[in-house]
């Protein structure tokens, strides 16, 4: 139940985030749960691989790479879907940041609830 709650609320912070930046565009509910669920996808599977192969970049950089990565799976999920568009590598950035810090709040929400 609460994954279902929180993939909902992920969609949701989807449609924030196109609503708040012009970089983002999300055509419809739809697109945007199949989008939260792409991401969510990317992040479970790809991202951990793309942590481990770019590390010593992480290390060098002192974590700030993890941004690029997280920008480019965001990039990633708009370019493999119709109803979901980024404007360039800068748009996602900007994008994801916001995705990020909302579904932090998302998370903080969701561990009040049992």
Do not use: E
């Not at 770019?54 to 690029?68: D, K, M, N, S």
């Not at 999920?77 to 748009?91: E, Q």
């Amino acid at each position: 139940m609460k994954l279902i709650v929180k993939w909902l609320l992920a969609a949701c912070a989807l449609l924030l985030v196109a609503y708040l930046y012009p970089g983002v565009q999300i055509q419809s509910f739809t697109a945007a749960l199949i989008a939260a669920a792409v991401i969510g996808l990317f992040n479970v599977v790809l991202r951990p691989v793309l942590v481990i192969l770019t590390l010593p970049v992480t290390v060098i950089t002192l974590g700030l790479f993890l941004f690029v990565i997280n920008a480019l799976l965001f990039w990633a999920a708009a370019s493999l879907m119709d109803g979901f568009g980024v404007n360039g590598f800068w748009a996602a950035m900007l994008g994801s940041l916001i995705y990020s810090a909302l579904m932090l709040v998302v998370d903080a929400a969701l561990k009040t609830i049992r």
